[in-house]
């Protein structure tokens, strides 16, 4: 089975100032990851994702996130914050050895982020 | 905008009508999803369609009921819902390698359907 925590249910920083959202993953071959956003009333937005290579990922709005594997992680981070950041962030993990999966969300975090 | 669009954006129903949501994605995709996000929880995957066929149906009650006539759009029909079932509902589209037997490309989802069941 594949599962996703993110510990964090909402994560305050102030404009400017680098914001890091938390994610770790359990599966039990490769892990595909990725991040995705949500704005108010709206549906997800793809961010980044990690299949394999390079363990920094760059994504859109000057994301990125890194892929650890020995902690089972992959926090999002951006050097400096903005207030249109401000929204609900998911991680998501697929388990790319299982031959057939689709992807499980986290929870989701709130990022708010003070002018 | 993602490629993916859905209809209407919002609806109201009672729990005696049936109701249709519409999905269209315009990225050439093979593999369509409905998932359904609650306040307070988790994104809950409820159907997925490869190449037209249902692949995937995580114990979705009957009332539920999806269509898929092509691979460019997907219908969630609705009948004698309960107010629990009030929710986001989104769509979701994405390019699957048939060859790998699973999915593991980037989904792309729809703005989603505010539904309320009174």
């Known amino acids: 089975a594949q599962s996703v925590a993110q510990p964090e249910d909402q994560v305050n920083v102030a404009e400017g100032n680098p914001l890091t959202v938390k994610c770790t993953y359990s599966?039990?071959?490769?892990?595909?990851l990725f991040w995705y956003v949500q704005y108010p009333n709206r549906g997800l937005q793809f961010l980044l994702k990690?299949?394999?290579?390079?363990?920094l990922v760059k994504g859109s709005y000057g994301f990125e996130a890194e892929f650890n594997k020995s902690q089972t992680s992959f926090h999002l981070k951006k050097p400096s914050a903005l207030v249109s950041d401000s929204a609900l962030y998911f991680c998501a993990v697929r388990d790319a050895s299982s031959g057939y999966s689709t992807l499980t969300f986290g929870k989701g975090t709130m990022l708010l982020v003070s002018p | 905008e993602t490629g993916v669009t859905q209809t209407p954006r919002h609806l109201v129903m009672g729990m005696t009508n049936k109701k249709s949501l519409k999905c269209e994605q315009h990225?050439?995709?093979?593999?369509m999803y409905w998932y359904k996000q609650s306040a307070k929880k988790p994104l809950e995957l409820m159907f997925v369609y490869s190449l037209e066929e249902r692949v995937e149906n995580n114990s979705v009650p009957s009332r539920f009921s999806p269509e898929c006539p092509n691979s460019s759009h997907l219908f969630l029909h609705l009948h004698t819902l309960q107010p629990e079932d009030s929710a986001l509902y989104l769509c979701?589209?994405?390019?699957?390698?048939?060859?790998?037997?699973?999915?593991?490309?980037?989904?792309?989802f729809g703005p989603g359907t505010r539904l309320t069941v009174l």
């Open positions: 990225l050439g995709h093979n593999a």
């Open positions: 990690y299949i394999t290579g390079d363990n």
């Open positions: 979701a589209s994405s390019q699957e390698a048939e060859a790998s037997g699973g999915f593991t490309d980037t989904q792309y």
């Open positions: 599966v039990s071959g490769n892990p595909y």
